[in-house]
């Protein structure tokens, strides 16, 4: 399923990556385009469709307050996590503050997950110092467990965690995905350039439109 899920949003980014070159050339010949920095909206959504076969899922892990964080307790709410490491100086911040960014401009906040990708540097005093840092304390729940409580979610998203290599990090893959009002994962944001604090904002506000069905389906526990 990870395979497929992550194949799946790859497809659509590229797509994506593809039509912004095909505007930015139509500029260039003076066509009439929105512009080549402008966010692509297809099927409904500026982000990558996620799937329809990926089920709900549940999990629960504790955030940075010693709180066990449950996914199904939001059921009927749209939820937003982030797979990040709080020792991260590149990518990390820059998805949290477009999905902060993307928070503020909603009537309403949401529930913001951090998915941590590396366990073993994600200790108490780097979590408080990172949302500290990025002014997302009281925004973002941080979620942190042992590596084999994890595993299996990281797994399910088709994550590839932080790890170290030859005394030198790896990159680990840089995801923000938006579950539905069901718990399932609808949009995913698989790279830096498809994160667009307007376009995220939109596609929440789309989520958040859609009528909750009178039967909610069956979890997946992670």
């Given at each position: 399923m990870a395979p497929r899920l992550r194949l799946a949003l790859t497809v659509a980014v590229v797509c994506a990556a593809a039509i912004v070159a095909i505007v930015a050339i139509a500029a260039r010949s003076g066509l009439t385009t929105t512009g080549a920095s402008a966010p692509i909206k297809q099927h409904g959504f500026y982000g990558a469709l996620v799937p329809a076969a990926f089920p709900a899922v549940d999990f629960a892990l504790p955030d940075q307050h010693h709180k066990i964080i449950r996914l199904s307790a939001y059921a009927g709410q749209v939820v937003a996590a982030v797979f990040i490491y709080s020792t991260c100086q590149n990518t990390c911040p820059i998805v949290v503050e477009q999905l902060s960014q993307?928070?503020?401009?909603?009537?309403?906040?949401?529930?913001?997950?951090a998915i941590s990708v590396d366990p073993k540097q994600d200790t108490p005093a780097n979590v408080q110092a990172f949302l500290i840092k990025e002014q997302v304390y009281s925004q973002l729940d941080y979620l942190v467990a042992k590596r084999s409580v994890l595993e299996p979610i990281w797994k399910k998203f088709g994550i590839e965690p932080q790890q170290k290599i030859n005394s030198s990090k790896s990159d680990h893959t840089v995801d923000l995905v938006l579950f539905d009002k069901t718990g399932r994962a609808r949009v995913g944001y698989q790279d830096l350039s498809t994160m667009d604090p307007d376009a995220i904002a939109a596609d929440i506000r789309t989520l958040q439109a859609e009528p909750l069905p009178k039967t909610l389906p069956r979890r997946v526990d992670l």
């Open positions: 993307a928070i503020n401009e909603l009537p309403h906040p949401i529930q913001a997950l």
